[in-house]
């Protein structure tokens, strides 16, 4: 040992057990250090340094340890009539290794030690900053309750030298928090927001430039089991989110993808304080985050739909933060890429809950109105999913989808295309045919015309490859067609088939697809009052194996049809036989192909009220005035065909 540089009692004492002893030695170490400066000796209080570094700081004995961080301390303090800030390079350092000391005493004593010559050294004891501050968040966590304690003293007396001090280097300070920020034990996260706290509150230093640094972090924090760190890092967020109210020139582009992170949180109050700052970085990024809207929306879209305790403040943020972006993009003349917006809105459409659906619906129809083209080369990312949609079970979704639909199809380009895909749906979805495709086709017929949405069905059903199939759409079809509120003009228009060119013209486009349904292309001359062709049609229908069980079901809705409103000018026209014989010959023609059933005395009944009794007319060379318009025979020649092929497949309902 070099010992020789102190007296023997002060070495004795100093590596003493009892803290009595330490304190008497470091008090006399205090008092010769005091003495060596006024003799201007400072090679012997280097040498005195050297001793309690050496023998006592570094020794491997915890309680010559102790004598050497006490000792010190009490050099510092016997220096501090002097500038100690010479000798801080001898003092600091190894106090600082004794922070991670295997003995709690001795991490004890050193956090004491530290707190001492940081008192006197004061501003200057921040070139040792990181160090020191590396040293004190490890032990904010200390097992050791007595170290914990010291540590917080030293830790508020650094804070408070820091506030003061005009050295402090934010720069070099801000990696030694971004590597701890994410940190999950308790006492080291409340350590890290209180420095976050406190440097944010001075006065020359702007945190929030260096907020997108550790703000993931603090995100963390707001979920944390522990209620106080909870507050502490809300507190926080509130303060900081203040701020950027006041410098909208924030990096806030750096930030957003932390919010994308946060907004999909487990944690409710997470999420909902995630969406407020969404909010507000939208409100005062305006234009300039347009290139991030797609990873916005993809956060904040699913949030619409959010479920849970806090589901009405979340619902309420996602969407008003919604109909925000949607007005800024509504209104912008900015340039900005589509694609990834399309991609965000297309895979929204596969979110459980039917709101978030609804809204990527909205975004849709907002960009056909505002950018139609720009929209429309994403074809094949929307289409498909768009398509699928149709299959939503919610109702409200499908209308929303066939309004997008519809305003794509109004570009001709794609209307054949989009038309094909539907008819290819439901061959394959049968159930889809059944559950929804009435309600697809008549919305279809309410956006683009129920003539346009017709003439396109019939033409794809003409010449299909499953004719089982077209039967069975065509005759949904012609249900739709006679019964739908939505398809008024199309009856308007049929109800001229004789009179004018235009009812012509459909009813021929019609018939040849309604061919592959005898029943539907039956109806359709009836209500179209094509009465002498329908009459035509009656013995044709009568072929044996024609006359199937699905047959004569379509027969008896097809009687129930004619009684309901749509068919009244039908019966009105019963009160002229003379003048309409090919209506009554088909309809007793209807009678004869039914087997004694509640259709066939409901029509009987019907029939019984025809004025002008006994037989009926000869109706031989009788032609009705207008049906000369249209030719019917190559019409006639074609159901003949369809009728041979339909004899052959299997029975349809």
Same mark, same amino acid.
């Given at each position: 040992?070099?010992?020789?540089?102190?007296?023997?009692?002060?070495?004795?004492?100093?590596?003493?057990?009892?803290?009595?002893?330490?304190?008497?030695?470091?008090?006399?170490?205090?008092?010769?250090?005091?003495?060596?400066?006024?003799?201007?000796?400072?090679?012997?209080?280097?040498?005195?340094?050297?001793?309690?570094?050496?023998?006592?700081?570094?020794?491997?004995?915890?309680?010559?340890?102790?004598?050497?961080?006490?000792?010190?301390?009490?050099?510092?303090?016997?220096?501090?009539?002097?500038?100690?800030?010479?000798?801080?390079?001898?003092?600091?350092?190894?106090?600082?290794?004794?922070?991670?000391?295997?003995?709690?005493?001795?991490?004890?004593?050193?956090?004491?030690?530290?707190?001492? $010559?940081?008192?006197?050294?004061? !501003?200057?004891? &921040? %070139?040792? @900053?990181?160090? /020191?501050?590396? =040293?004190?968040? *490890?032990?904010?966590?200390?097992?050791?309750?007595?170290?914990?304690?010291?540590?917080?003293?030293?830790?508020?007396?650094?804070?408070? $030298?820091?506030?003061?001090?005009? !050295?402090?280097? &934010? %720069?070099? @300070?801000?990696? /030694?928090?971004? =590597?701890?920020? *994410?940190?999950?034990?308790?006492?080291?996260?409340?350590?890290?927001?209180?420095?976050?706290?406190?440097?944010?509150?001075?006065?020359? $230093?702007?945190?929030?430039?260096?907020?997108?640094?550790? %703000?993931?972090?603090?995100?963390?924090?707001?979920?944390?089991?522990?209620?106080?760190?909870?507050?502490?890092?809300?507190?926080?967020?509130?303060?900081?989110?203040?701020?950027?109210?006041?410098?909208?020139?924030?990096?806030?582009?750096?930030?957003?993808?932390? %919010?994308?992170?946060?907004?999909?949180?487990?944690?409710?109050?997470?999420?909902?304080?995630?969406?407020?700052?969404?909010?507000?970085?939208?409100?005062?990024?305006?234009?300039?985050?347009?290139?991030?809207?797609?990873?916005?929306?993809?956060?904040?879209?699913?949030?619409?739909?959010?479920?849970?305790?806090?589901?009405?403040?979340?619902?309420?943020?996602?969407?008003?933060?919604?109909?925000?972006?949607?007005?800024?993009?509504?209104?912008?003349?900015?340039?900005?890429?589509?694609?990834?917006?399309?991609?965000?809105?297309?895979?929204?459409?596969?979110?459980?809950?039917?709101?978030?659906?609804?809204?990527?619906?909205?975004?849709?129809?907002?960009?056909?109105?505002?950018?139609?083209?720009?929209?429309?080369?994403?074809?094949?990312?929307?289409?498909?999913?768009?398509?699928?949609?149709?299959?939503?079970?919610?109702?409200?979704?499908?209308?929303?989808?066939?309004?997008?639909?519809?305003?794509?199809?109004?570009?001709?380009?794609?209307?054949?295309?989009?038309?094909?895909?539907?008819?290819?749906?439901?061959?394959?979805?049968?159930?889809?045919?059944?559950?929804?495709?009435?309600?697809?086709?008549?919305?279809?017929?309410?956006?683009?015309?129920?003539?346009?949405?017709?003439?396109?069905?019939?033409?794809?059903?003409?010449?299909?490859?499953?004719?089982?199939?077209?039967?069975?759409?065509?005759?949904?079809?012609?249900?739709?067609?006679?019964?739908?509120?939505?398809?008024?003009?199309?009856?308007?228009?049929?109800?001229?088939?004789?009179?004018?060119?235009?009812?012509?013209?459909?009813?021929?486009?019609?018939?040849?697809?309604?061919?592959?349904?005898?029943?539907?292309?039956?109806?359709?001359?009836?209500?179209?009052?094509?009465?002498?062709?329908?009459?035509?049609?009656?013995?044709?229908?009568?072929?044996?194996?024609?006359?199937?069980?699905?047959?004569?079901?379509?027969?008896?809705?097809?009687?129930?049809?004619?009684?309901?409103?749509?068919?009244?000018?039908?019966?009105?026209?019963?009160?002229?036989?003379?003048?309409?014989?090919?209506?009554?010959?088909?309809?007793?023609?209807?009678?004869?192909?039914?087997?004694?059933?509640?259709?066939?005395?409901?029509?009987?009944?019907?029939?019984?009220?025809?004025?002008?009794?006994?037989?009926?007319?000869?109706?031989?060379?009788?032609?009705?005035?207008?049906?000369?318009?249209?030719?019917?025979?190559?019409?006639?020649?074609?159901?003949?065909?369809?009728?041979?092929?339909?004899?052959?497949?299997?029975?349809?309902?």
């Amino acid at each position: 040992m070099h010992s020789a540089s102190l007296p023997a009692n002060i070495v004795r004492n100093l590596s003493d057990r009892l803290y009595e002893k330490r304190k008497n030695a470091a008090l006399e170490i205090e008092q010769l250090i005091k003495d060596l400066m006024r003799g201007k000796n400072f090679q012997g209080i280097d040498a005195v340094l050297h001793v309690l570094i050496k023998d006592f700081a570094e020794s491997t004995q915890a309680n010559f340890r102790k004598g050497g961080l006490i000792g010190l301390a009490a050099a510092a303090v016997g220096l501090a009539s002097m500038n100690s800030n010479t000798y801080l390079q001898q003092l600091v350092p190894p106090v600082l290794v004794c922070f991670a000391d295997q003995d709690s005493r001795v991490r004890y004593y050193a956090c004491e030690s530290l707190y001492n $010559i940081a008192k006197v050294a004061r !501003a200057d004891i &921040i %070139l040792f @900053f990181n160090d /020191l501050f590396d =040293g004190l968040c *490890k032990l904010s966590s200390d097992p050791d309750p007595n170290v914990k304690n010291g540590a917080q003293l030293l830790d508020r007396l650094v804070k408070d $030298i820091v506030a003061e001090s005009n !050295a402090f280097d &934010i %720069l070099a @300070f801000i990696p /030694l928090l971004r =590597g701890r920020i *994410k940190q999950v034990n308790p006492f080291i996260r409340q350590f890290l927001i209180g420095w976050i706290v406190m440097l944010d509150s001075v006065p020359d $230093i702007d945190l929030t430039e260096f907020l997108p640094e550790f %703000l993931d972090g603090l995100f963390n924090m707001v979920s944390d089991p522990n209620k106080e760190i909870r507050q502490q890092a809300d507190t926080a967020l509130v303060d900081f989110l203040r701020d950027i109210r006041k410098q909208p020139s924030s990096d806030l582009g750096r930030m957003i993808p932390i %919010l994308v992170e946060h907004c999909a949180s487990k944690d409710e109050f997470t999420t909902e304080t995630a969406i407020n700052w969404m909010h507000v970085f939208v409100e005062l990024g305006n234009e300039r985050l347009l290139d991030l809207y797609a990873d916005i929306l993809g956060a904040i879209l699913p949030c619409t739909a959010h479920t849970g305790a806090s589901a009405s403040n979340i619902q309420d943020s996602a969407f008003s933060t919604n109909k925000l972006l949607l007005t800024i993009v509504s209104e912008t003349a900015a340039e900005f890429e589509i694609g990834p917006i399309c991609e965000t809105l297309t895979g929204v459409l596969n979110e459980e809950r039917a709101d978030t659906r609804l809204t990527s619906m909205q975004w849709f129809n907002m960009l056909l109105e505002k950018m139609p083209d720009r929209l429309l080369v994403h074809m094949e990312t929307i289409f498909p999913a768009l398509l699928q949609a149709l299959s939503d079970k919610n109702d409200k979704v499908v209308h929303r989808d066939l309004e997008v639909l519809s305003q794509i199809s109004r570009h001709q380009k794609y209307f054949p295309e989009f038309m094909a895909k539907l008819v290819g749906i439901f061959a394959e979805n049968r159930q889809l045919l059944q559950s929804r495709g009435s309600l697809i086709i008549c919305k279809l017929c309410a956006e683009l015309g129920p003539e346009k949405i017709y003439r396109e069905f019939a033409h794809i059903l003409e010449n299909p490859q499953d004719k089982e199939f077209a039967s069975i759409m065509i005759q949904m079809l012609n249900l739709i067609a006679l019964t739908a509120k939505e398809l008024g003009g199309l009856r308007a228009l049929l109800l001229t088939t004789l009179t004018s060119e235009a009812g012509g013209s459909l009813f021929c486009a019609l018939y040849r697809s309604w061919c592959h349904n005898p029943v539907a292309t039956f109806s359709l001359c009836l209500y179209a009052q094509a009465y002498q062709h329908a009459a035509v049609l009656i013995p044709l229908l009568a072929e044996p194996e024609m006359v199937t069980v699905p047959f004569l079901v379509q027969i008896d809705k097809l009687v129930t049809l004619l009684e309901s409103p749509v068919f009244t000018h039908l019966r009105l026209q019963l009160l002229e036989p003379s003048r309409y014989p090919f209506l009554l010959k088909s309809l007793y023609g209807v009678l004869m192909l039914l087997p004694q059933s509640t259709a066939f005395n409901t029509l009987r009944t019907r029939l019984k009220c025809v004025p002008a009794a006994g037989v009926l007319p000869d109706t031989s060379g009788v032609m009705h005035p207008c049906e000369s318009k249209i030719d019917f025979d190559p019409l006639l020649k074609l159901f003949k065909t369809r009728c041979c092929q339909l004899l052959v497949l299997p029975n349809t309902v």
